[in-house]
Every structure is written in C-alpha cells, then in structure tokens.
C-alpha cells in the first residue's frame, strides 16, 4: 500500500524538459517491468498452494476478476508457473530488464521447442535455448521475432530428434484461437499442419468464387472479403449438415441469440455480445426461433418448441419462384438463406410473398448496406438499390428474370 500512494503521489510538474521527461519515462517502463515480475511470482505462489484449485477455479480466472486484461492473466499465469524452471529469465525480469510480453515469448519458445523435440528436453539443453532467447531480447526484438527463433530452434531439433517431425507434419504445435475485440469484431488466429491447412485452404479457395454483380459488372468484394464469406458458407455447410444427421458424434450446433420481445435493439450473441438490430433481424430471417420466457432475474419460466420461420413446403415454392438462385448475384439456392421482405417483427408474415432467396453476402447487403427488397405487381421480389448505386433507386428485376427488356435498350 504504502509503494502504490508513493506513486500515486507522483507530479511531474509543468517545469520539466525534454530529458528529465525521457528519463523518467524510462524509469516508469523499468517499474513496469519489475512489478510484473512480482506479480508473476505471486501467480507462481498461489498455484504451487493450490489456492483455486480448492474452489475449483483458475488462476488465470483471478487475475480476471482481480481487474488482468484476458491477454496479461494469461502472460502472468504462464510466466509465474514457469519461474521455477528457469535459468536466466527470472533475474532479468526482476531487475527490469525486460517485459512481460517478452518473458512470455521465452517461455512459449521453449514449450514449443521441446513439443518438436517429441520429448522432454534436458536441462542443459533448456538453459541453452533460453540463453539464446534471451540474448535476443537483449538484442532489441520484438516478442514475435523471438518466437520466430523458437520455431527454427524448434525445426533443428525435431530434424535431430528421432521423435520429431517435420513442422508441416507435426500436429503436436497446431494452434487455433477465436477471440472477440471489445467492438465486437472476431479474429481468427490459426498455425495449421499441412493436412488440415490442405483442407481449409482447399474449402475456402472452392466457396470463394468471383461472382459478377448485379448489374453484370465485375465482383465488387475485394478478395478478403470473399474468403470471408467462404468461412460463412462452410460453417453453415457444417450446421446442416449436422442437422441432417451427416456428422455422427458432433456437438449440437446452433448460434444462440437472446431477444428480448420489449427490447430487440438490446440483442446479444452468445459468444460475441450486443449486435445492432440489423444484425438481429438477419439472423432471425431463416433460423429456428425457440420461445423462453425468463423472468426478471433471467431463469427460464418456460421454453417453446422450436419452429422454422419458412418451413419446407414454403422454401420450396421460393425456390422454384426465384429460378433457383439468390434474387440479387445468382448464387444457387443451396448457398441461400430465406429472407423476411417484411421482416417478422414488424408483422411481416411467413408466406410466398414475404420471402426471397438471398446469399449471405447478398442478404448482408439488404440488412447493412441500403438495400431494399419488394414484391411487385406480378408477384415477383424486385430489388432497389441504395442512392450511392443509383441516386434515382430504379427497381430492377430479380437475377433469373434480369433479361434484355424493350425499356432497357431504350
């Protein structure tokens, strides 16, 4: 307590120059250092008493509840557990030398080299490879060139070691994380051996086409938004294909999102958090909606049956309306999804002339981009393009009915 008001006593002042404002700056950074050091000491204390273990919690939980960024209880429980077992990272932390960040890339290094090795390495070995991540921190890089060397450490030892692997072989430092930003963004960070990155790249390079435009005109989206759209139609391949009974021993998989009836704006994922009400009402479009009523407290008082919003029968007239294909780029009916003109919750009704086949990426350009949608007199969808497509938002025909008509050679 009494460091911590030391330091928050701290003033500056308005007087200082350049160099005193450097060297300060310098000593802070070095402060920084030192009492993560410590704090990954304590981390290292409280797991070897077992302290969550007791309730059944983690250490890393903690450090969450305690106020850790995700990514720093991560950094702490990793380095504290690891202390013990090194040689030259421990001292240096603690004097200041280096960060946090830093001292995790050693230690990562070294547990990726010894799942190369395919076996547990010996301690002078150990002490050998950290003195030489080390030394590369000294040197000025960053924590990702360090963990750059651990890979070519790493591909030495396994082509020395007769249990190692070749790196595009060894399934052993395959890696795969989600994670979601604060604003609601996901990203995807993977290091895949060469079957499974055959796989992925082969599914996604297949459901990445270039598609024309409406209008006939080049596809629009640049190439890391089509792959993206890729990954979309792959795990909606994977949902159905589960629900189809074709992925024997799978989870049951679903994307939960809770709505409240009074409050849709106040929409939220499972995993992702609050979306806007665009969003919700894409995803509502062509899902099974399940009814539960909660009570104040949030407790299920009551679960419906689940219903499909357009059913078969409907999905089949749709089809054979639409040509069988997305009403806006052509995408066949099998990548489409049932889209609400009006939507549901707006008392839109479940029926022919309230349902059009759309892509993913077609029916995201309804819901965020400015497009609008509407049955004509012959009882065909129309779509009207945003202002910034065309200023006067002429209606133009659905994608199996956009021929050459007598208006348009005029």
Known sequence: GRVTAELADLDFGQEMDGRGAFDALREMLTLVNVAHHHAAVLVGVLDRLGVTRKWGGSLRKLLIDMGCAPSVASRLVRVGTSLPGLAYVGRHTRDGDFSLEHADAVVAGLAHIERRAGAELGIEDRFEFENSMVAQVFSGVSPSEVAATARRIGNSVADESDS???????????????TVDPDGRTRVRGDLDAIIGE???????AFSEVRPEPDGSPDARPAGRRRADAVERILDAAMAAHELGMLAGAPKTSVLLTLPSDTPELSTLAWVGPVSQATTEQLTCDATITTIIVDGETVPLQIGRDRRLFPAHLRKAIIV???GACIKCGAPASWTQVHHIEHWSRGGETNL????????????????????????YDRHPWLIPPATVDPRRRPRPAYNRRTMRLDVAA
């Open 321 to 323: 309306r639409d040509g």
């Open 199 to 205: 796989k992925f790249a082969t599914l996604v390079d």
């Open 164 to 178: 190692g692997l070749p790196p595009a072989e060894d399934r052993a430092i395959d890696d795969f994380s989600v």
């Open 353 to 376: 002339d309230n349902g059009c086949l759309v892509c993913t990426s077609c029916h995201d350009d309804i819901h965020h981009a400015g497009w609008d949608v509407t049955i004509g």
